[in-house]
């Protein structure tokens, strides 16, 4: 087969991966063909443009290291990462809606002991967090794996800024008491731009869009025989709530941040400042490993 045009040379590239033995391979590379051929056809774009294109991947490609995914970003920026966690993780009643993992998780967190400051001595307003895990039927799921990890009051992680503060904080892993309960101290996060110094950056400029997320606290939650949670709990009020640059806000997962007055804190501390309390029960839907 040879002198393909606009019109014939899809069905060839068809043609040709029509003996893939692996059918899902067969079924991914047959639709991957399809869209990409309709999106060139729709676009058609110039010869420039095309290398524009193939800049773009280069340059995102080349940005990406041990800690920088700037894939994994162009894919949160496009919406991809929350339709793909949307077709995998529908939640039955009573189980946490998912949202994404983003890239400041870090494996090796620290253990804490409940009730523990994870602030690192960093500045910012007090938050107390408190919360419960159990099934969707309401049984506690005592000794589940809470692992918590947010920015500071200026939106930077840890992770950002080591060189400055010196080792991890605002993030820890903690196990929830016999009757499923968890409670620690850190401070309020703030809301911040993912990074945008490079080409995902330069796409979001170009399509007219900020770069913002809303401020929030990061959880990944596991117990024996229950699915994996990955969520956040975003900060009630903030202006970025309907706009997240990566999509990823559900109603379900938005909570009031309540100011308290300096006093006796619900874990029984002292406070000599006012501080936020934050409480969320989650739910964790039954079933196999993540
Ligand atoms: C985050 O919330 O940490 C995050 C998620 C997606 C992209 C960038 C950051
Ligand atoms: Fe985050």
Same mark, same amino acid.
Request: contains cysteine; aromatic residues 8%; hydrophobic residues 35%.
């Given at each position: 087969?040879?002198?393909?045009?606009?019109?014939?040379?899809?069905?060839?590239?068809?043609?040709?991966?029509?003996?893939?033995?692996?059918?899902?391979?067969?079924?991914?590379?047959?639709?991957?063909?399809?869209?990409?051929?309709?999106?060139?056809?729709?676009?058609?774009?110039?010869?420039?443009?095309?290398?524009?294109?193939?800049?773009? #991947?280069?340059? +995102?490609?080349?940005?990406?290291?041990?800690?920088?995914?700037?894939?994994?970003?162009?894919?949160?920026? =496009?919406?991809?990462?929350?339709?793909?966690?949307? %077709?995998?993780?529908?939640?039955?009643?009573? !189980?946490?809606? +998912? +949202? &994404?993992?983003?890239?400041?998780?870090?494996?090796?967190?620290?253990?804490?002991? #409940? /009730?523990?400051? %994870?602030?690192?001595?960093?500045?910012?307003?007090?938050? =107390?967090?408190?919360?419960?895990?159990?099934?969707?039927?309401?049984?506690? #799921?005592?000794?589940? +794996?809470?692992?918590?990890?947010?920015?500071?009051?200026? @939106?930077?992680?840890? &992770?950002?800024?080591?060189?400055?503060?010196?080792?991890? $904080?605002?993030?820890?892993?903690?196990? $929830?008491?016999?009757?499923?309960?968890?409670?620690?101290?850190?401070?309020?996060?703030?809301?911040?731009?993912?990074?945008?110094?490079?080409?995902?950056?330069?796409?979001?400029? !170009?399509?007219?869009?900020?770069?913002?997320? *809303?401020?929030?606290?990061?959880?990944?939650?596991?117990?024996?025989?229950?699915?994996? =949670? &990955?969520?956040?709990?975003?900060? !009630?009020?903030?202006?970025?709530?309907?706009?997240?640059?990566?999509? /990823?806000?559900?109603?379900?997962?938005?909570?009031?941040?309540?100011?308290?007055?300096? /006093?006796?804190? *619900?874990?029984?501390?002292?406070?000599? !400042?006012?501080?936020?309390?934050?409480?969320?029960?989650? @739910? =964790?839907?039954? @079933?196999?490993?993540?």
């Amino acid at each position: 087969m040879r002198n393909f045009n606009e019109n014939t040379i899809t069905d060839a590239v068809l043609a040709r991966i029509s003996d893939a033995s692996n059918p899902r391979i067969k079924q991914i590379s047959e639709a991957l063909v399809r869209h990409l051929h309709a999106f060139v056809r729709e676009v058609r774009p110039s010869q420039k443009e095309w290398e524009q294109g193939i800049d773009f #991947l280069t340059r +995102t490609g080349h940005m990406c290291d041990d800690k920088r995914q700037e894939f994994i970003l162009l894919s949160d920026a =496009l919406g991809v990462s929350m339709l793909v966690d949307a %077709i995998n993780h529908p939640q039955p009643e009573g !189980a946490t809606e +998912t +949202t &994404v993992l983003g890239p400041f998780y870090v494996q090796a967190a620290p253990d804490k002991a #409940l /009730g523990e400051d %994870i602030s690192g001595g960093l500045e910012g307003e007090p938050l =107390l967090v408190t919360g419960s895990v159990s099934s969707p039927d309401g049984k506690p #799921l005592a000794g589940a +794996t809470i692992d918590v990890w947010h920015s500071d009051d200026d @939106g930077y992680y840890d &992770v950002q800024q080591l060189e400055k503060i010196g080792d991890l $904080a605002m993030r820890a892993r903690f196990h $929830a008491d016999d009757n499923g309960r968890f409670h620690f101290w850190s401070i309020k996060p703030a809301a911040y731009p993912i990074p945008h110094d490079g080409p995902v950056g330069q796409m979001l400029e !170009a399509q007219g869009r900020h770069p913002w997320r *809303p401020a929030h606290v990061h959880f990944m939650i596991s117990a024996p025989g229950h699915e994996q =949670l &990955v969520t956040h709990v975003f900060v !009630a009020g903030d202006k970025y709530l309907d706009s997240d640059v990566v999509f /990823g806000v559900k109603d379900s997962l938005i909570r009031e941040f309540v100011r308290r007055e300096r /006093g006796t804190a *619900p874990d029984g501390r002292h406070m000599d !400042a006012p501080f936020y309390h934050l409480n969320y029960d989650f @739910g =964790l839907k039954p @079933g196999g490993s993540r």
